[in-house]
Structures are given as structure tokens and as C-alpha cells.
């Protein structure tokens, strides 16, 4: 069991599951770098002789230095440049090799086989899977709601799919199969969902043998959506305050346009009174002279009178 334990600590990549029964489980994901974890505790190995195989074929052989990637032949072609060890580490007991650019071919059960060190074997079980890809489509769009499609294809194993809205809530949809003639992988999921308000939508997939979950996302506009129509009406009410508030400008100017023009004209009379005061005042003196030459008049032609 410790020693279980202590090859569980020695992985770099992947996901391991340890199990009681003298095996290691392995999960990787394709693509991937995953390190086959074998060791014999504190005893150095580098002057051994240990075989990794995976079924019938041969993935890993050394021989006290030698080995598939510096003399040795007969690896399979399947490994071929995609498997080496650890030199450092021989001298701590540890023969655990990385295996490059996982395959969903190279799942199976490998073993560690030491044959002259008392024929010890270890058991290691790779799990290769493929995380989903997704591609997202509006298949339908009209003013109160859309048609969204998340495809997910090369997903292996078993896939939990669904659409989420920005709140998080999981949407209402309908799955689709689509016809394949792939063996490695099953056919293309797709799932739909109408949404009818304006938002960002989520489709997910959750991988739960491999622990993944993959996640693409669309942003939508629903145009009946109130939400869209308060943005509307707010922006219709900043043009109108807009309007407004040029027109009290424009009001402002013209009210002190005319109050200039209206003071302009006010004293225009006022000067014209002004100088005509002397005229009337002339012509008040004019008639009074007029009046005494009148008396004067008058009182010659009574003189006049008595005279005769
Ligand atoms: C999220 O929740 C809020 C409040 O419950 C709601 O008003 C809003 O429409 C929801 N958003 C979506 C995209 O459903
Ligand atoms: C989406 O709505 C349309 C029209 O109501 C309906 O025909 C279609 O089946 C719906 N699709 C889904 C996946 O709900
Ligand atoms: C699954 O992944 C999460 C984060 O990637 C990690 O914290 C967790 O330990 C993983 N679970 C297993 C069983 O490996």
C-alpha cells in the first residue's frame, strides 16, 4: 500500500485514481504528456534491467544504460519517439517513463517488469480521453427570440451537456444526434435552446471520468427584450434632454437679443423728448411774444380809437 502511495506522488501530468488492488489508474487527455509511474523504492536501478509493455507490444526497454531510444530495437512503431525515462531518478529506484502526445490508441493496461530483480511487476492502467469541442450556432434569430445550437464533437467519454444563462440557470433544450461513421468517437451532440431575452449564454459540457469541463459562450440580443427597450429609452431621453436644453440656450439668447433691441428702442424717444424740450419751451416764449405784440396791438387800436 505505501508504495502505492508514494507512485501516486511521482505524477506530473494526468489524473490518478489509486486503487487497493496492486494496479494504477491513469486518466490523460489527448494531446497530452503523462508520466507512467513505476518504482522499486530507495535502491538504484541504473545497472538494471526493467520492460514496459502494453498488451503484446513492446513500449520501453533498458538495460543498464541502453536502451529503445539509444540502440535497442524491436519498440513498437506505435511509440516509436514518443517514450523515454528518467536517468536522474534510477539511482532513487523510480523507472517511470513519459509517454508523449497521448493517443486515445494508447489506453490499455501497461506493466513495469523487472525480471531479474525477483520478477517484480506493477500494473498501470491508462485511461486516454478527449475533451469536448464546442461550436456554438444561431440557427434562428428573429425580434423576440433566438435559436442557439451547441455542437460538441470528439468528446470522449460520456458528456453532460447544457445551456446556462448569465444568471447561471440551466435552459430548457432539446438534444440532437447527428449520423457519424467515426469508431474512436461517438457522433456529434447537439444541443438546442431558445432564449428570448438579450444576454450571454453558456453551453457547458462536463466530463466527469476525465474531471473536465469545457465551456464556449455567445452573447445575444433579443430586441422585444425590455431590458433593450430601457437602454432605447434611455437613450431617447438624453436626445430629448438634449433638445431641451438647446432650446432653453436658444431662449435664453433670444429673450436677451430682444431685451437689447426693446432698450435700444426706449432710448431713441427719450432723446427725441429731451430735445425737444427746447423747441416747446422756443415756442411757448414765440407765442408769448406773439401774445404781448397781440396786447400791444390791441391796445394801439383802442389808442387808435380815441384818437378818432
Ligand atoms: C436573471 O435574473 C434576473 C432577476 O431574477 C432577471 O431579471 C433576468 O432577466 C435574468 N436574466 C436572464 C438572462 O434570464
Ligand atoms: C424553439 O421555438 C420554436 C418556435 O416556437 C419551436 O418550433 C422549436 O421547437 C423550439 N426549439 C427548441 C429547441 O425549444
Ligand atoms: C478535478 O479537477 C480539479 C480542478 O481541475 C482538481 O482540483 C481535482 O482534484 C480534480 N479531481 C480529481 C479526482 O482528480
Redesign the pocket.
Known amino acids: 500500500m505505501e508504495l502505492i502511495n508514494l507512485l501516486c506522488l511521482l505524477t506530473i501530468t494526468g489524473v490518478i485514481i489509486c486503487k487497493d488492488k496492486g494496479f494504477i489508474r491513469v486518466v490523460a487527455r489527448v494531446g497530452e504528456d503523462v508520466v507512467l509511474p513505476c518504482s522499486l523504492g530507495p535502491k538504484n536501478i541504473g545497472p538494471a534491467l526493467f520492460d514496459w509493455t502494453k498488451d503484446q507490444q513492446n513500449v520501453f526497454l533498458y538495460d543498464g544504460g541502453v536502451h529503445y531510444n539509444n540502440g535497442l530495437h524491436g519498440q513498437d512503431p506505435q511509440f516509436k519517439g514518443r517514450v523515454s525515462h528518467f536517468p536522474d531518478k534510477l539511482k532513487n529506484g523510480d523507472a517511470s517513463i513519459i509517454i508523449r502526445n497521448i493517443q486515445l490508441s494508447d489506453s490499455g493496461s501497461y506493466s513495469c517488469y523487472f525480471p531479474l530483480l525477483n520478477h517484480q511487476r506493477f500494473y498501470i492502467e491508462l485511461f486516454v480521453g478527449a475533451s469536448a469541442k464546442l461550436r456554438i450556432m444561431i440557427l434562428q434569430i428573429t425580434e423576440d427570440r433566438a435559436l442557439l445550437q451547441c455542437e460538441v464533437h470528439e468528446a470522449f467519454p460520456g458528456l453532460q451537456i447544457s445551456w446556462i444563462?448569465?444568471?447561471g440557470?440551466i435552459l430548457p433544450a432539446t438534444e440532437k444526434l447527428e449520423d457519424s461513421d467515426d469508431l474512436h468517437y461517438p457522433p456529434a451532440l447537439m444541443l438546442q435552446t431558445n432564449?428570448t431575452?438579450?444576454?450571454i449564454f453558456r453551453c457547458r459540457v462536463t466530463q466527469q471520468e476525465l474531471n473536465h469541463t469545457t465551456e464556449a459562450q455567445i452573447s445575444i440580443p433579443i430586441f422585444s427584450d425590455k431590458?433593450v427597450a430601457g437602454s432605447i429609452g434611455v437613450l431617447v431621453t438624453v436626445v430629448i434632454s438634449t433638445v431641451v436644453i438647446i432650446g432653453l440656450i436658444a431662449v435664453v439668447i433670444l429673450y436677451w437679443w430682444y431685451r437689447r433691441r426693446q432698450s435700444g428702442n426706449r432710448e431713441e424717444p427719450s432723446s427725441r423728448l429731451r430735445s425737444s424740450e427746447h423747441p416747446d419751451q422756443e415756442q411757448d416764449n414765440k407765442m408769448a411774444a406773439h401774445m404781448q405784440r397781440r396786447g400791444s396791438d390791441v391796445q394801439k387800436t383802442t389808442n387808435q380809437k380815441k384818437d378818432t
Open positions: 444563462d448569465s444568471n440557470t432564449v431575452k438579450t444576454g431590458t
